[in-house]
Every structure is written in C-alpha cells, then in structure tokens.
C-alpha cells in the first residue's frame, strides 16, 4: 500500500437532492485500494443517499461536486457501467427473484463485469463470458474461501433468505466481481448477530491490498468485528469528523450529540 498512489475514490464536495431537497451537503471522502474505511451516523444523516449516489440510482441527483472513480468522474455513467469498472456496492435491501438460482444470478454479474462496455468490432469474435465449468470452479473456490455450503449456490436469489443468508450472498458475489472499491451500507435496524458475522468475516477474508471498503452503518457493533483504520462521522449530509479507530470508541460512550454541538458551533 503506498499512500502516494491517488486515491481510486475521489468524493469532492458532493452536493445531492432527492426529489427537490437537498440530502448531501458537502461531502467529501477519499478510499484508496487497500484500506477500510467506516462511514457513520445517526438514522437520516444521509448515509443511504451518498451510497445509492455512489452507484448511480437515478432518483439522486447531484447538483455540485464531483465522485471519481479511477482518475475519471463517474457521474455521467450507469449503475452497471460503474459496476464493470469495479465499483462494488452490497445493496441495503436486496430483492428476491424467485426462479434465479445463487449461481446464475452470480454468473451473469461476473459476466457483465467481464464483458466489454461497447461492442467493440463486428469482425470481432464477442467474448461470451466465463464457460460454465470455469465459473463453476470459480464458484466452488469462493465458496470455500468464505466457508459457505455447496448447496446455498442452488437456492433461489433472497427467496426467503434470512439476513445472514442475503449477507451471504452479497459477500460471495463480491468476492467473485473483485471490485477495487467495496461498498457495504447495513440496514439501520442492525443485522442480526448472524448476519453481522457473516459480513465481518467476509469483509476480513476479502481485504487486503487490491480491495478498499467503505462499510456504512448506523450502529459501531460491526466495527467490534471489522477494524478500519478511518473512521467518518456524517451529520446533517456532511462528514462532520474523521479520524481512526479511536473515534468509533468515543461514539460508543458519547453518541452523536457531541458532534452535532461542535459542528454547530463550526459553521456559525
Ligand atoms: P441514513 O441512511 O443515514 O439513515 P438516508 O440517506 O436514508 O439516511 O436519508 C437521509 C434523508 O434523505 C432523510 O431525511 C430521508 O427522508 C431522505 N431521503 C432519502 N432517500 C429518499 C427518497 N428516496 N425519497 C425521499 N426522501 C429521501
Ligand atoms: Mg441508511
């Protein structure tokens, strides 16, 4: 890891409104491959509208500030364009596609990831993906990397998943899209102890110097678990302080109130 590399994302400044009103207000954060990051805040401080943001959900709409993402500005391109380009985000409420099995649901976002963007020459044989048996191993070695069951890759997609098993799930199609920067945003209601472990665990397996995460969370339970070295704290759609592991313990005794005080009396 060699701090003097550019950071692959570059958040400056980051102004979003969702219908009309703006949400972020200033945002700015910088990941690089390699680190772990933990973004953190009361329920509506914007945690959920800077990660839906980050992947391009149309209903955000950026209104100053830029988010750059290896070198080039994303904001022009498509969820799935910033998803080939290594851009990972574990969705807060994954839906279910009943008659979807685990494997192919994972295949055919492996191969969308593989593919090119454009089709590139018509003379050009196009690159159809990875061959079933390639995947297949692809699939069992991830499978066992992260100690899951053979069996869970035949399930339907989130059909009746319980919180652990959708973890699970997001955690495997990560590990299989090898993203550069990972996006973990986790429900407001808290995970379940399960589901708490298999995120942590999994998160623990897959980083290292090729992968930054950014983990989004209401509660600083899960970061008994994940160690990051940056710890952010968002109030009011802005990064109101940042510093390391040390302030995710002083959240825990002193909750968010602290900070709101200070940042107040910041801006007046
Ligand atoms: P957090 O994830 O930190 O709890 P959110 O990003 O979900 O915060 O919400 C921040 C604010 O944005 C809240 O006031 C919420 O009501 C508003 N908001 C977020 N998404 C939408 C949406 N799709 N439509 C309308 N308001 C939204
Ligand atoms: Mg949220």
């Known amino acids: 890891m060699s701090s003097s590399q550019k950071p692959e994302l570059i958040v400056e400044e980051l102004h979003v409104a969702v219908e009309g009103k703006e949400i ?126 053979d069996s869970f890759a035949t399930r339907y997609l989130n059909d009746g998943f319980s919180g652990g098993e959708k973890k699970r799930a997001e955690i495997l199609q990560m590990a299989l899209l090898k993203p550069e920067i990972a996006i973990m945003d986790e429900t407001d209601s808290g995970l379940d102890i399960d589901a708490l472990k298999v995120v942590s665990d999994g998160v623990n397996t897959l980083a290292g110097p090729e992968v930054g995460v950014l983990v989004i969370t209401h509660y600083n339970r899960i970061l008994n678990y994940i160690k990051p070295q940056f710890v952010h704290v968002m109030l009011d759609g802005r990064i109101v302080r940042s510093g390391g592991p040390e302030l995710a313990v002083e959240l825990e005794s002193r909750g968010y109130d602290w900070l709101r005080e200070a940042a107040e009396v910041g801006t007046s």
Request: glycine fraction near 8%; aromatic fraction near 6%.
């Open 24 to 149: 972020l207000k200033g945002l700015s954060l910088e990941v690089r491959k390699g680190e772990i990051h933990a973004l953190m805040g009361p329920n509506g401080s914007g945690k959920s509208t800077f990660a839906n943001t980050l992947m391009g959900h149309p209903r955000y709409q950026v209104t100053s500030g830029d988010i750059r993402f290896k070198g080039e500005s994303v904001l022009e391109l498509e969820t799935d364009e910033r998803a080939r380009s290594g851009l990972f985000m574990a969705f807060q409420y994954p839906v279910a596609i009943p008659g979807v099995s685990v494997a192919n649901f994972l295949r055919a976002a492996l191969n969308a990831r593989l593919a090119p963007a454009e089709p590139t020459d018509d003379k050009m044989p196009q690159r159809r993906g990875m061959p079933p048996k390639e995947f297949r191993a692809l699939l069992r070695e991830k499978m066992a990397l992260l100690k899951m069951d």
